[in-house]
C-alpha cells in the first residue's frame, strides 16, 4: 500500500534552515507529481511546493518563493523540502503528498517550529 514517511522537522530559530525528507513505497515514486503541504495551528492547509515526476519543473506558494527549495530522487524514492531564512510564519506541521488517480495520500506530518 502507499506509504509516506516524513522527517526532519524540529525546533529552529528565526533566520535558521531545515531540510525536510519523505520517503515513499507502494507505487512507482518516477511517475508521479509530489507535493508538500503544510498546516498551522488554525488555520487549513496549504500547499507549499510541488514538484513534477522527473523533477524537471517546481513551483511554490508565494509566502515561501526565494527560500524553499523542493527536490526529489528517483533512485531514493526521496522527495526532499530544503528550507532556508525559517520565519516563526513557516511554523506547522509540514506534510508529503502525492494524488494516484482521484485518491490523495498524506503522510503523518512533521512538525517544524520557528521561535527563538
Known amino acids: 500500500q502507499v506509504q509516506l514517511v516524513e522527517s526532519g522537522g524540529g525546533l529552529v530559530q528565526p533566520g535558521g534552515s531545515l531540510r525536510l525528507a519523505c520517503v515513499a513505497s507502494?507505487?512507482?515514486?518516477?511517475?508521479?507529481?509530489m507535493r508538500w503541504y503544510r498546516q498551522a495551528p488554525g488555520k487549513e492547509r496549504e500547499l507549499v511546493a510541488r514538484?513534477?515526476?522527473?523533477?524537471?519543473?517546481?513551483n511554490y506558494a508565494d509566502s515561501v518563493k526565494g527560500r524553499f527549495t523542493i527536490s526529489r530522487d528517483n533512485a531514493k524514492n526521496t522527495v526532499y523540502l530544503q528550507m532556508n531564512s525559517l520565519k516563526p510564519d513557516d511554523t506547522a506541521v509540514y506534510y508529503c503528498n502525492v494524488l494516484i488517480g482521484i485518491t490523495s495520500y498524506w503522510g503523518q506530518g512533521t512538525q517544524v517550529t520557528v521561535s527563538s
Open positions: 514538484i513534477t515526476s522527473a523533477g524537471i519543473s517546481t
Open positions: 507502494g507505487f512507482t515514486f518516477s511517475n508521479y507529481f
